[in-house]
């Protein structure tokens, strides 16, 4: 079955580490995304990438890195400069031939102390 | 630039009772209209989507949703909900293709038995 994969679901990481969660589609979406999510504020968009090898920071990419070396993995990686990086985070993958709505993976939690 | 307003954080219903969930936006661009629900610990799945055409779009679950670009609105309906339809739910905008895609803070449903 096609769709996007986000490992692991749950992930625990202690305060000054760096943490990478996962994201591969077998859609065969040219686009992805990362978004962050927090109670009561919705999705707030990180970075995306359109095409492999190019990605283009969203309204809160301070703190975050990507990677997009290929077309069906999109990497996210916390750093250290995050200053509140608990959170559940939320990968994407966009179809844009006529529809334009995104596939979204499960999810990974992420929880700093 | 682009924004969506989802007024009701909260909505409580009964179980067979219809319910609204309002949406609003404002661009100075055309743009895609969808509503995504989630539950919980989950990622985002697609209900509707408005493109073009007829303004009151069909979803899954037996949603509906009327574009009204008069009054930028993009409600979310449902004439008899039921307790599996408790979730929250994402309004969103997009100009389409790998243009970024702008999401409400989510209105959580809870139906009441």
């Known amino acids: 079955d096609g769709g996007i994969t986000q490992s692991p679901k749950y992930l625990f990481r202690k305060e000054g580490q760096n943490v990478t969660l996962s994201c591969e589609q077998n859609l065969n979406h040219d686009a992805m995304y990362w978004y962050r999510q927090d109670p009561g504020q919705g999705l707030r968009l990180i970075y995306y990438?359109?095409?492999?090898?190019?990605?283009q920071k969203g309204d809160i990419a301070e703190g975050y890195s990507v990677s997009r070396e290929k077309k069906e993995s999109f990497p996210l990686t916390v750093t250290s400069a995050q200053k509140n990086p608990t959170a559940f985070y939320l990968c994407?993958?966009?179809?844009?031939?006529?529809?334009?709505?995104?596939?979204f993976g499960p999810g990974t939690r992420l929880t700093v102390t | 630039a682009q924004s969506v307003t989802q007024l009701d954080s909260q909505v409580p219903v009964f179980e067979e009772a219809p319910v609204e969930l309002r949406c609003n936006y404002s661009s100075s661009v055309s743009v895609y209209l969808f509503w995504y629900v989630q539950y919980p610990n989950q990622g985002l799945q697609l209900l509707l989507k408005?493109?073009?055409?007829?303004?009151l779009v069909k979803g899954i679950n037996g949603f509906e949703a009327e574009f009204n670009k008069s009054q930028t609105s993009f409600h979310l309906r449902k004439p008899s909900v039921h307790i599996s339809d408790t979730a929250e739910y994402f309004c969103a905008v997009s100009p389409g293709g790998y243009q970024k895609v702008t999401f409400g803070t989510g209105t959580k449903l809870q139906v009441i038995p």
């Open positions: 990438s359109q095409i492999v090898n190019d990605f």
């Open positions: 994407a993958s966009t179809v844009t031939s006529e529809s334009y709505e995104q596939y």
């Open positions: 408005y493109l073009s055409g007829s303004t």
